[in-house]
């Protein structure tokens, strides 16, 4: 596997599915999802009446960690720093 790869729109540098580009990062970088399951002002939503089928409206924010700038690397294949 390369360690950059020019269509990854996690690889620095690149364009993600949004209109941004990611940075050319070095270390961790971290992210809004661009495709979250979560909103910061849902829309409001009734709850279901029945108990085994709840909905209902929540917020949040869902993030992306890029722990290393190399495509190539693993969780296990990745240093600890020191």
């Given at each position: 596997m390369p360690t950059y790869d020019q269509e990854c729109y996690l690889c620095p540098g690149n364009k993600r599915a949004t209109v941004e580009s990611n940075p050319h990062y070095q270390r961790t970088f971290v992210f809004d999802n661009d495709f979250s399951a979560l909103d910061r002002a849902?829309?409001?939503?009734?709850?279901?009446?029945?108990?085994?089928?709840?909905?209902?409206?929540?917020?949040?924010?869902?993030?992306?960690?890029?722990?290393?700038?190399r495509h190539d690397l693993t969780m296990p294949e990745m240093e600890e720093p020191t």
């Open positions: 849902p829309a409001a939503c009734a709850r279901a009446g029945d108990p085994l089928c709840r909905y209902e409206s929540v917020k949040g924010t869902c993030r992306v960690i890029c722990y290393s700038p």
